[in-house]
């Protein structure tokens, strides 16, 4: 039975991970910096060292293709691929070429995009030699692709407790991110009495306390949430907060269950900041929608995994992926291995070079399949 070269495998792996890396551990990569770039040209190296036709597109996708120059209707391929970016994630608005790619970036926004520290999309993609006003023209044809398997850590524990070498995604989750911004009165922390007193801040804790039960006591069991950014105004010992800024973020993988969170976190908002004597501004950031992974490419992974004497499991992902926006142009799945500790978006995060190399030739085989 044919396998992928372990060795080689672990040899790029290893070759990617020195564009960006931290001193100790860990690798921080964001997109269109100048280590991302230089680890696009690398790709593109290996891949037309492997013999692929290779090409960059206006979105900054690379592809290496065997037998085709570019996708078409009249052969319809089978992909494979990821990101090779690091967290922080959604620099300039998530999975950017994927969205690209299958034509589900508002173009109308592109201009206006902006990472946190400012810098504007158009001008880092300038930066690294494209023109942001063309990534319309990175839009695959209709019917260009014919499957999609995206192999990928868990990013969590499930598989390694369960002690199971496979998991066939059925699921990707939705996630909704709002910036909520309580606001109040700046006053002095000493002379102003505690019962006059407009907290912005106060409000923002409330709410963020109150929101993790809501989305605990009514997510189906399934859904997330997380509160990563905080930002107090105006940030001073002797001051009173006059503004208290979070971002909320919820994930989970039923759309109707996360649209009704997300209609209950905006009244529990309000309902917070009314009772506290406060303003409140609620600006939605992004929204993706739950997608369902195709039951022919689960079926395929399985039978891969059949084939090399591999126990697998179904199970959805609660992270974010590539493969959710391919899923609405294609057959698209998802294959993952253990993630180490459940460790993920952090400096140890890890996976066993044996996990590896077992994902990788269940990705072979089943991409094989698919093929046929």
Known sequence: MITISASRLQS?????????????AGVTRPCWSPQHEEARAWLAGELSAA????????????????????????????????HIDTVPEG???????????????DLTRVEAMAAVDGERLVDAMARAGF???????AQAPAGAVAAYVELHIEQGPRLEEAGIPIGVVDSIVGVRRTRVAFVGQADHAGTTPMERRRDGFLGAAEYALKARDLVVKHGGGKSVTNIGVVRVHPGVTNIVPARGELVHEMRGPDAETLARLDRRAVALARSVARRRGLEVEIQPMSATTPAGCSARVQEAIERACSALGLRSTRLHSAAGHDAQNLA????????????KGGRSHRVDETSDWDAIERGANVLLHTLLSLAA
Not at 57 to 71: I, P, S, Y
Not at 99 to 105: D, T, Y
Not at 328 to 339: E, K, L, R, V, Y
Request: glycine share 16%; with cysteine.
């Open 91 to 105: 620099r300039y608005g998530s999975l950017f070429g994927s969205r690209a790619f299958c034509g589900r970036l």
């Open 51 to 82: 013999g692929l036709e290779t090409w960059v597109d206006r979105a900054g996708n690379v592809f290496g293709a065997l037998g085709l120059r570019a996708f078409g209707a009249d052969a319809p391929a089978v992909l494979t691929g990821s």
């Open 328 to 339: 609405a142009i294609t057959d698209a799945g998802m294959i993952f291995i253990p993630s």
């Open 131 to 137: 023109d942001a006003r063309r990534v319309a023209e």
């Open 12 to 24: 790029r792996i290893e070759a990617l991970a020195r564009f960006g890396a931290l001193p100790g």
